[in-house]
């Protein structure tokens, strides 16, 4: 049985709606301006545009691959740039601030964090507390599913 963790459904479609298109529409009014006559560092200002159009089609295409997969016997985390596995036999800890620790089949100690939970941190009270109460929920879950301890 698989079980995948993802941002809340509101976050993901805010995220691919607005924050993708503004990183492309940023980066095409950035780029317009390299073709400015008289304008300074053209190759800079393009470059810098080229760079803001690519992140913007990156996260609008990564984005419904973001997930933490729990499956029956590796934890495969697929992020923004970096997707990694670990064998669940191997999962000693899920520390607090998102980092997990296994050791492989080589022996060899691993610590990696899951970026997509970070920071999962306890309810502080505040207003906006209960818009990311979801990560600290998802971390006890996978703390519970690898049966490790926390510290």
Same mark, same amino acid.
């Not at 073709?35 to 200002?45: E, I, K, Q």
């Not at 492989?104 to 990696?112: F, H, L, N, Y």
């Not at 941190?121 to 906006?128: F, I, L, M």
């Not at 929920?137 to 599913?145: E, F, G, K, N, T």
């Given at each position: 049985? @698989?079980?995948?963790?993802?941002?809340?459904?509101?976050?993901?479609?805010?995220?691919?709606?607005?924050?993708?298109? &503004?990183?492309?529409?940023?980066?095409?009014?950035? +780029?317009?301006?390299?073709?400015?006559?008289?304008? @300074?560092? =053209?190759?800079?200002?393009?470059?810098?545009? &080229?760079?803001?159009?690519?992140?913007?089609?990156?996260?609008?295409?990564?984005?419904?691959?973001? /997930?933490?997969?729990?499956?029956?016997?590796?934890? #495969?985390?697929? +992020?923004?740039?970096? @997707?990694?596995? /670990?064998? #669940?036999?191997?999962?000693?800890? &899920?520390?607090?601030?998102?980092?997990?620790?296994?050791?492989?089949?080589?022996? =060899?100690?691993?610590?990696?964090?899951?970026?997509?939970?970070?920071?999962?941190? #306890?309810?502080? +009270?505040?207003?906006?507390?209960?818009?990311? =109460?979801?990560? =600290?929920?998802?971390?006890?879950?996978?703390?519970?599913?690898?049966?490790?301890?926390?510290?």
């Amino acid at each position: 049985m @698989s079980t995948a963790i993802r941002a809340p459904r509101w976050q993901r479609v805010v995220t691919a709606v607005v924050l993708g298109p &503004v990183l492309v529409g940023t980066g095409l009014a950035v +780029g317009a301006v390299a073709f400015v006559p008289g304008a @300074s560092a =053209r190759a800079f200002v393009a470059v810098l545009g &080229v760079a803001f159009v690519v992140g913007g089609v990156w996260l609008c295409i990564r984005l419904p691959r973001v /997930a933490i997969r729990l499956d029956d016997d590796t934890l #495969r985390y697929d +992020g923004f740039l970096v @997707s990694w596995t /670990a064998p #669940r036999a191997g999962i000693t800890t &899920v520390l607090d601030d998102c980092f997990v620790e296994w050791q492989d089949a080589a022996g =060899r100690q691993r610590r990696r964090q899951l970026w997509m939970l970070a920071p999962a941190y #306890r309810d502080d +009270g505040t207003k906006t507390a209960p818009l990311w =109460r979801w990560r =600290r929920q998802a971390l006890l879950q996978v703390r519970d599913w690898a049966h490790a301890r926390s510290t």
